[in-house]
């Protein structure tokens, strides 16, 4: 419930400072994240890691869960 509600506040900060245009990479194999993928206004996806995992030099894919 608390990652839940954590992740809802950064998607909720993103929409606010950062209007989506009608592309989202993330539409597409989830832009190439292995986890979450958040669009970010140049167009281009940003790859994050759920709880206890950490992002990998690729910047796609997460280890240590």
């Not at 167009?43 to 894919?61: E, I, T, Y």
């Amino acid at each position: 419930e608390l990652v839940k509600g954590i992740l809802f506040k950064v998607i909720k900060k993103s929409i606010r400072f950062y209007p989506f245009s009608a592309y989202n990479p993330c539409n597409t194999a989830n832009g190439g994240c292995s986890d979450i993928c958040v669009p970010l206004q140049s167009g281009q996806a940003s790859c994050l890691c759920n709880v206890g995992g950490r992002l990998q030099s690729d910047m796609k894919n997460c280890a240590g869960m």
